[in-house]
C-alpha cells in the first residue's frame, strides 16, 4: 500500500503532466519515460518501418537526446487554471538539490538504477567499452586492464554516479570537475520540473503586435520584443528555452530579420541568401489590401511546408509552442509535417493511428485548427518511402523547406536510415535545416553528407553554434560524461543547382 508521501509526489506529478488544452490528446504519457530516457521503448512501426534497425539506433546518443526531450515536454505542459490551487509542492526552490538515487522523485531514483545497470566508469584503467560520442568527439584514453565496471559511485557535489568506486572519482577528480557544476545544474533542473511548483515561463506570448518589430539578437531580445512576461531566473529561462529551440531555431534562420545573414561573421553564404530569400518572400507577403468581404477577397499564396523529417521529441511538443512560428510570420499560412517512424511517441492516447485510405493514404494525423494560418499533420513512416510516391510532389523552392532536428546522419547506428533520404533531399533543391548536439556532433553530420552527396550539395548556412539552442544542458543516461544542449549547432544545404548556359557562336 503506498505511503502517503507516495500519494503526494503521485498527485504532484499528475498535474505536472497535464496536457495543453490546444494540443492535440486529452493526456499525455506519465513522466517515467524519463527516468529511463536511454532505454530500448516499443515504437510504432507501419509500412517500410523495420523494429530492429530502430532497436538499434535507440540505444544511440541521437535517440537518448530525443527521447528525454519529449517527456521533458510533457512534463511542463500548461494546466487548466481550475486546477492550479490543488498543487502540492514537493520540493522547495531552496532543496532542489539531492543525490539521484537518494532523491524525494521516484522517477529520478528509476533513473538512477538505470545508469548504475548501463553506464560505464570512465577511468582510465578500464579497457574501453563502447565508442567515444562525447562532445568533443576525442578517443578514448583507457589505457588499463581492468574490465569494464558500471558506475555506482555517486559525486557528492553532483549527485550523479559517474565513476564505479570513490577510489577511482578521487583519482580523476581532476577531470571531473570540467562536467561536475554542468552535472549539479542538471541535477537540479530536473528536479525542478518535478517539484510541484507553478511555471509562469511556459504561458507563451501570443500574437505579435503588427507595429512591433522582432529584435533575433539573442535570447533576451527576442522574448522582450515578443513581449514574453519576464523571466527573472535563470533556471526557468533553460526550462522555457528547452521548448522554445524547436520553433525560434527554424524562425530564426527563415526570417527576415534574422540574425544570420552574408556579413562577415554572419555564416550566410552567397547560395543560401538565394535560398532564404526566396522563402522570406513568401512568408512577408506584402499587404494586399484585402478584406472579409466578397468584393475584397484577393488571391493568397500556397501556404509553406516545412518538412520536419526524423521527428520524435518535436512533434509531441505543446502546441502553444509550435505556434509562435505563426505568430511571428502572421501573414502566411504555414503547415508543419512531421514525418518518421516514431513521430507519434508520447503520443498514445491518439493511438490506434487513422486507416490508411485512397484519401488519407499515410494515415496522416491531421491538427487543423489549432491558429487560422497553421495546420500540422503527422506521418509515421519514413520520407523516402513517401516521397517515391510523388505525395507531396512538386517541391517548390519558394514554399518548401526540410528542417532535422538532431538527425544523427553520421552516428554508426542511425546513417543507414538516412541512405536514401539524402539523395532525395538533394533532388527538391530546397533548404535543408540541420542541427546538432555537440560541435563532434554535427561535424560527424556534416562529413557523412560530404563522403554520400561529394559535389552535389551546397553549403547555405555554414556550421556554427545556434544563436536560439537550448540554454538547459542534458545528460545522456548511458554515458554521464556525455552532455549536450538541444539545437546546439546549425547549418543549412541544399541540392546542387547548375546554371544553363549558352555556348557562344565562333
Not at 532523491?103 to 579497457?127: G, L, N, T, V, W
Not at 509553406?304 to 523529417?309: A, G
Not at 501573414?331 to 484519401?359: K, Q, V, Y
Not at 487560422?372 to 514554399?399: A, C, L, N, Q, R
Request: glycine fraction near 6%.
Amino acid at each position: 500500500m503506498a505511503s502517503r508521501a507516495e500519494k503526494v509526489v503521485r498527485s504532484s506529478l499528475s498535474h505536472v503532466c497535464k496536457s495543453s488544452p490546444i494540443s492535440l490528446g486529452a493526456k499525455r504519457t506519465p513522466i517515467p519515460r524519463l527516468a529511463t530516457s536511454a532505454a530500448p521503448a516499443q515504437s510504432r512501426t507501419l509500412g517500410t518501418c523495420t523494429g530492429a534497425s530502430r532497436a538499434t539506433a535507440k540505444s544511440s546518443r541521437v535517440e537518448t537526446g530525443k527521447r528525454s526531450a519529449s517527456a521533458f515536454s510533457k512534463a511542463i505542459s500548461r494546466r487548466p487554471e481550475e486546477e492550479q490551487p490543488t498543487v502540492k509542492r514537493v520540493l522547495r526552490e531552496d532543496d532542489l538539490f539531492h543525490s539521484f538515487s537518494e532523491s524525494p522523485i521516484p522517477e529520478i531514483r528509476r533513473r538512477a538504477a538505470f545508469m548504475r545497470q548501463h553506464a560505464y566508469c570512465p577511468h582510465p584503467d578500464h579497457r574501453p567499452t563502447r565508442l567515444s560520442d562525447s562532445a568533443s568527439g576525442e578517443p578514448t584514453t583507457h589505457t588499463g586492464s581492468l574490465p569494464a565496471a558500471h558506475v555506482d559511485f555517486e559525486c557528492p557535489d553532483c549527485g550523479i554516479p559517474v565513476y564505479c568506486n570513490k577510489e577511482h572519482w578521487m583519482a580523476d577528480y581532476e577531470k571531473h570537475l570540467e562536467i561536475c557544476d554542468t552535472l549539479r545544474q542538471i541535477n537540479e533542473d530536473d528536479h525542478d520540473l518535478r517539484s510541484g511548483r507553478l511555471f509562469p515561463e511556459f504561458d507563451f506570448a501570443g500574437p505579435q503586435i503588427e507595429e512591433s518589430m522582432i529584435n533575433m539578437t539573442n535570447w533576451d531580445t527576442l522574448l522582450y520584443t515578443r513581449n514574453f512576461e519576464a523571466i527573472n531566473n535563470d533556471r526557468s529561462m533553460r526550462q522555457a528555452t528547452r521548448l522554445l529551440t524547436y520553433p525560434y531555431t527554424i524562425g530564426s534562420v527563415l526570417h527576415e530579420l534574422s540574425p544570420y545573414s552574408v556579413r562577415k561573421g554572419g555564416r550566410l553564404t552567397t547560395e543560401g541568401l538565394k535560398s532564404f530569400s526566396a522563402l522570406r518572400y513568401t512568408l512577408h507577403p506584402p499587404k494586399t489590401g484585402g478584406g472579409t468581404e466578397v468584393s475584397n477577397l484577393r488571391l493568397e499564396a500556397p501556404p509553406v511546408r516545412l518538412f520536419i523529417l526524423g521527428a520524435r521529441a518535436e512533434s509531441s511538443l505543446p502546441r502553444d509552442a509550435w505556434l509562435q512560428l505563426a505568430h511571428i510570420f502572421p501573414n502566411s499560412r504555414i503547415h508543419l509535417i512531421f514525418i518518421g517512424p516514431e513521430s507519434m511517441m508520447n503520443r498514445d492516447d491518439e493511438f490506434p493511428l487513422p486507416p490508411r485510405t485512397p484519401a488519407n493514404p499515410f494515415g496522416a494525423v491531421v491538427e487543423d485548427r489549432i491558429w487560422p494560418t497553421m495546420k500540422i499533420s503527422t506521418i509515421v513512416d519514413y520520407y523516402h518511402t513517401i516521397h517515391k510516391t510523388g505525395e507531396f510532389y512538386p517541391y517548390d523552392p519558394y514554399f518548401d523547406c526540410f528542417v532535422m532536428f538532431h538527425p544523427g546522419l553520421g552516428h554508426p547506428a542511425s546513417s543507414h536510415e538516412w541512405r536514401d533520404t539524402i539523395p532525395l533531399l538533394l533532388e527538391t533543391k530546397a533548404p535543408v535545416i540541420v542541427t546538432g548536439y555537440t560541435q563532434f556532433d554535427m561535424e560527424r553530420d556534416i562529413e557523412y553528407v560530404k563522403k554520400t552527396a561529394a559535389g552535389e550539395f551546397e553549403i547555405l548556412l555554414e556550421p556554427g553554434e545556434n544563436i536560439f539552442r537550448s540554454l538547459r544542458w542534458d545528460l545522456n543516461d548511458m554515458d554521464p560524461q556525455d552532455i549536450s544542449a538541444g539545437n546546439w549547432g546549425v547549418w543549412a544545404f541544399r541540392g546542387k543547382r547548375y546554371e544553363t548556359t549558352r555556348k557562344d557562336e565562333e
